[in-house]
């Protein structure tokens, strides 16, 4: 996908959507949070954020650009796994669009 396209993109994909895409990069990095920065563009520090805490709650969700990276590390380390999701999402969408 184009920059432009996967940008556009990242502003409409769900939080929880986001936090699957983070968690599928993650273990394909080896759930190393350095190579998983690596692979996303990010801070190592920022990669804690958006994993469970002890609590079990997520501290913060990626932002749109932030999701961007995510979403193109995901396609590029996972690209079969990453469509899945995506387009189980739309799925998701359709059928609550068309209940309405």
């Known amino acids: 996908m184009a920059d432009r396209n996967v940008r556009i993109l990242a502003g409409f994909i769900p939080k929880k959507l986001r936090l699957e895409l983070f968690s599928l990069v993650y273990s394909s990095c080896g759930s190393s949070p350095t190579v998983t920065a690596n692979a996303v563009g990010i801070h190592p520090r920022q990669v804690y954020f958006y994993l469970p805490g002890r609590s ?22 996972a690209h079969g796994k990453t469509l899945k999701l995506l387009k189980q999402a739309l799925r998701q969408f359709s059928r609550s669009i068309f209940s309405l």
Do not use: F, Q, S, V
């Not at 990626?62 to 590390?73: M, S």
């Open 56 to 77: 079990g709650k997520i501290r913060n969700y990626p932002d749109d650009e932030t999701t961007a990276h995510i979403l193109k590390a995901a396609l590029k380390l």
